[in-house]
């Protein structure tokens, strides 16, 4: 056999040719499909394998036959779009090499490749958006954070009719959302399947050794770590079948919002989230939760800062905080931030699930509604078996439907801004 050394442009070559490096699992299947569902846990690699799928359709470098030329880039927002999907390290702009990289103009949403291909972002806050434009192809990002991830699906589908053969890729982590149990179910979809660990070459070790640490096992790692579909425990107080059937697009006319807090009990590495959550209460007697605002490992002056945004922003009429280990100084913390927030303090008087179960049966009776999709939050909600580790953004929401239907009290008047 004869040898040779290769050229610096070859081996250039051979660095962009991602056949050569990809997992099989980040490559995509053969056959006819219509989605390609990439379900991964997180920094799995799955954002690469779906750049790199929009890269080689737009370079028609797999098929020369398909020539998908317009694309469609779906993700949570516009700009987790951005940050993700096109400018992160595993986005669109990182992964071409100079002479075929595609020219991003954010103001237009707007991808160019050299050789004529375009991609238009969307958000999936904003169904209506894909209304009117047709497409080769489409890159789903995140789909079980979409806020109206039902009615952004189809009206993606009424979109994808170009070409012979239009088709669509999706990689999210996994949740037991309505959406991702149908595309599992549909025969046109193909899945695979990657864990955390099957990235560990490309991750941090102190990031791979702490989440392995706090969560291999458990029901939330198998999540987010192993890429699982985890569905309901039988025991749980909550049932996501009940929140997707009353869940909302928009709130009604409230004439009542609360913002409750759940702070931590102290700041360090392993502090527990704040549990950060505002709902108000309909003209119909009913529950509106509007927002999880919950904030990870914060200091009291970052999360009180968000605490009187949210009671701003929304209007609420009052802040409720459980001051169980916190004491005086939630109020402290809050009152520097704004002097004249309303304010009541609440102490927890039972354990978590006997605070909890008397909202679970207003879920029932169908009372509280979701407005659009808060993913985090109704993880906790529905994996809460019985008191263990704080379930923070539950604990807020719990203290924040108690304020509005199961204390009784003489309703206060409505801020007026």
């Not at 779906?74 to 100079?98: K, N």
Request: net charge neutral; with cysteine.
């Amino acid at each position: 056999m004869l040898t040779r050394k290769l050229t610096i442009q070859e081996v250039r070559a051979l660095l962009w040719e991602w056949r050569l490096w990809a997992r099989r699992d980040q490559l995509p299947p053969a056959g006819a499909w219509r989605a390609w569902l990439l379900l991964g846990g997180r920094g799995s690699g799955k954002t690469r394998g779906g750049a790199e799928w929009v890269r080689a359709l737009a370079m028609h470098a797999w098929d020369e036959e398909r020539t998908p030329r317009r694309i469609a880039l779906v993700a949570p927002t516009f700009d987790e779009a951005r940050l993700v999907m096109i400018e992160g390290p595993s986005g669109l702009l990182a992964i071409h090499p100079d002479g075929e990289r595609p020219k991003f103009e954010p103001s237009k949403r707007l991808l160019t490749w050299p050789n004529g291909s375009i991609a238009h972002v969307f958000s999936a806050e904003e169904p209506d958006g894909l209304r009117g434009p047709q497409f080769d192809a489409a890159w789903c990002d995140e789909l079980a954070k979409w806020k109206q991830a039902e009615s952004v699906w189809q009206m993606l589908n009424f979109a994808l009719r170009l070409g012979e053969n239009p088709v669509a890729v999706v990689t999210t982590t996994p949740r037991p959302i309505a959406i991702v149990k149908k595309l599992l179910a549909d025969e046109a979809t193909v899945v695979s399947r990657s864990k955390t660990a099957d990235n560990a070459a490309f991750l941090a070790r102190p990031f791979l050794k702490d989440v392995t640490a706090r969560y291999a096992g458990t029901r939330l790692g198998r999540q987010e770590l192993d890429g699982e579909l985890i569905e309901d425990d039988p025991d749980a107080l909550f049932r996501r079948d009940d929140i997707e059937r009353l869940r909302m697009n928009a709130a009604p006319e409230l004439k009542r919002v609360i913002a409750a807090v759940d702070p931590p009990a102290s700041f360090n590495a392993r502090s527990n989230a704040c549990g950060i959550v505002v709902a108000g209460l309909g003209l119909d007697g009913h529950a509106y939760v509007l927002a999880d605002l919950s904030v990870e490992r914060a200091r009291p002056a970052q999360w009180a800062r968000k605490v009187v945004s949210a009671y701003e922003n929304y209007n609420a009429s009052r802040v409720v905080a459980e001051v169980n280990q916190g004491g005086a100084m939630v109020e402290q913390v809050l009152r520097e931030v704004e002097p004249g927030i309303a304010y009541r303090a609440v102490h927890a008087s039972a354990g978590k699930r006997a605070r909890a179960e008397p909202v679970a049966a207003l879920y029932e009776q169908g009372r509280v509604h979701h407005v659009g999709a808060l993913p985090a939050l109704e993880d906790e909600m529905c994996s809460m078996i019985e008191d263990g580790r704080s379930p923070d953004r539950l604990d807020a929401l719990v203290w924040a439907v108690t304020e509005l239907m199961l204390r009784k009290q003489a309703e206060p008047r409505a801020r007026v801004v």
